[in-house]
T-cell receptor, first 116, second 113 residues
Framework: DGGITQSPKYLFRKEGQNVTLSCEQN?????MYWYRQDPGQGLRLIYY???????QKGDIAEGYSVSREKKESFPLTVTSAQKNPTAFYLC???????????????FGQGTRLTVV | GENVEQHPSTLSVQEGDSAVIKCTYS??????FPWYKQELGKGPQLIID?????GEKKDQRIAVTLNKTAKHFSLHITETQPEDSAVYFC????????????FGQGTILTVHP
């Protein structure tokens, strides 16, 4: 089955630790995105990548880092510099090729990160 | 950049009634407007979308309307069912935001049997 897989589903982190959230897609999509969701708020963009080995900051990139070494993978690291990391993190992907500029984004099932 | 406002934040209806959720956007160059449904603990799923060259789109019980002049778009759900209960998000892609969605704040829809 094609889709986006995020792991783990639940993650607990001690203060001061870095953690990495995994996101893998087998949809052959060019673009991948990381969003953060807090209760009662919409999704806010952390980082996005439109092509391998290239990525851009979103609206709330401080305290986060990413890499895009493979088309299928876009891991997100939550660093100790992120002051309020407890949230639900969602990864998405979308195709950018084919002459259609903006198309549907497909989301993973999310990772719930809790700082303990 | 793009800014999307969504109302209401909560909506409670009786089974069989209609539900309407409204969104406004700021970037007149925005050209793609999807609606997502999110169930508890899951990722959002696309339920319907509309492009700026279309005024209305319908898919069974759901429909979306777009008013480019007023820069607002709405989701209409008819004959609501308890399984429609979820959080609904509107989104828009700005003219210079190639692929990047800006989301509204979400609407918690509750359909009472």
């Amino acid at each position: 089955d094609g889709g986006i897989t995020q792991s783990p589903k639940y993650l607990f982190r001690k203060e001061g630790q870095n953690v990495t959230l995994s996101c893998e897609q087998n949809l052959n999509h060019d673009a991948m995105y990381w969003y953060r969701q807090d209760p009662g708020q919409g999704l806010r963009l952390i980082y996005y990548s439109q092509i391998v080995n290239d990525f851009q900051k979103g609206d709330i990139a401080e305290g986060y880092s990413v890499s895009r070494e493979k088309k299928e993978s876009f891991p997100l690291t939550v660093t100790s510099a992120q002051k309020n990391p407890t949230a639900f993190y969602l990864c998405a992907s979308s195709p950018l090729a084919g002459g259609v500029k903006n198309t549907e984004a497909f989301f993973g099932q999310g990772t719930r990160l809790t700082v303990v | 950049g793009e800014n999307v406002e969504q109302h209401p934040s909560t909506l409670s209806v009786q089974e069989g009634d209609s539900a309407v959720i409204k969104c406004t956007y700021s970037d007149s160059a925005s050209n793609y407007f999807p609606w997502y449904k999110q169930e508890l603990g899951k990722g959002p799923q696309l339920i319907i979308d509309i492009r700026s060259n279309v005024g209305e789109k319908k898919d069974q019980r759901i429909a979306v309307t777009l008013n480019k002049t007023a820069k607002h778009f709405s989701l209409h759900i008819t004959e609501t069912q308890p399984e429609d209960s979820a959080v609904y998000f509107c989104a828009a892609i700005g003219g210079t935001s190639y692929g990047k969605l800006t989301f509204g704040q979400g609407t918690i829809l509750t359909v009472h049997p």
